[in-house]
């Protein structure tokens, strides 16, 4: 994450200072960042980060060609699943076996599950970034869907945390 890899580091030293300093509104109950400013923090959680060795190149293509039209750029911009698969590569021929949804269904894209868009960006509604982010229920049924967001939800407004624990484990 410092592209440097010598000399001041690029992260600045937001990293020391204590969780509780900042609102609890910057946090879901669950734990999960609720704010962007945690954008790091958020990859640094995820098992991907600690046991793996993901980078934010190894999905961001910093400097692309088209840098104006393209505000985020990512790598495999055609196909956002094989920012997963090339490290989760024995996925890649079970999709569907996995996701339970159309292949080409928004609903098997990795990022719809494990990235979903539940953190305060000023405009919209940014991924987090705790990668490997799984949808639970046990703490939507908790907290509710405002403090403890369930990606499934998101898309099917309709349904309940019940409902979605009950597709889950019949999967
Ligand atoms: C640079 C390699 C790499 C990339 C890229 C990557 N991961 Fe991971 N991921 C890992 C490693 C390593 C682990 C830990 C595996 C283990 O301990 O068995 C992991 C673990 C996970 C887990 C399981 C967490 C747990 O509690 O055991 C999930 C879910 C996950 N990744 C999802 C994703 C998703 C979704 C993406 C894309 C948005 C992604 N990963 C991208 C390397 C990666
Ligand atoms: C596993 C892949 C992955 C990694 C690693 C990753 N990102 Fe992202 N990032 C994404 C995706 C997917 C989006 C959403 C892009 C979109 O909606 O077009 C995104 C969006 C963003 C955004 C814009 C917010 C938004 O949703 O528009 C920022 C800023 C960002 N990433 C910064 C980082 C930084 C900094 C790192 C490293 C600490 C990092 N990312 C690591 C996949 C990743
Ligand atoms: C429809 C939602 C959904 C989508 C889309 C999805 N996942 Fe998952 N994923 C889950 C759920 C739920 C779990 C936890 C239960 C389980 O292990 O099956 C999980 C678990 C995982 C795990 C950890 C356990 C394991 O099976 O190895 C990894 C790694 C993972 N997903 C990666 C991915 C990748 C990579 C993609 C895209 C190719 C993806 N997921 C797409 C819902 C989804
Ligand atoms: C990004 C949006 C998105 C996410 C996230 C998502 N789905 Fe879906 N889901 C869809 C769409 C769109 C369909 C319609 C059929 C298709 O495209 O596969 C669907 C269809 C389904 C269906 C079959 C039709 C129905 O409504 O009974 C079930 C069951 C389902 N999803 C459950 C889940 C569960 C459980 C999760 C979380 C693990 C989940 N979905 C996550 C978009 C999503």
Not at 132 to 152: K, V
């Amino acid at each position: 994450m410092n592209y440097a890899p010598d000399g001041p580091t690029f992260v600045p030293a937001i990293w020391s200072r204590p969780y509780t300093d900042f609102d609890r509104k910057a946090f879901y109950k669950d734990e999960r960042f609720r704010e962007t400013t945690f954008l790091v923090q958020a990859l640094r959680r995820s098992a991907c980060y600690r046991r793996g060795t993901v980078q934010c190149a190894t999905c961001h293509d910093p400097h692309p060609v088209d840098a104006g039209t393209y505000p985020v750029p990512l790598n495999f911009r055609d196909n956002p699943d094989e920012l997963c698969l090339q490290c989760h590569s024995a996925l890649r021929s079970k999709l569907t076996a996995h996701t339970h949804h159309a292949e080409a269904s928004e609903g098997s894209r990795c990022v719809s599950c494990h990235m979903p868009r539940i953190v305060n960006a000023l405009m919209f509604k940014a991924r987090s970034h705790q990668i490997d982010d799984i949808p639970r229920t046990d703490l939507t049924e908790r907290f509710g869907q405002d403090d403890s967001p369930n990606a499934c939800l998101l898309c099917h407004q309709e349904k309940n945390p019940a409902c979605v624990q009950a597709k889950l484990q019949s999967w």
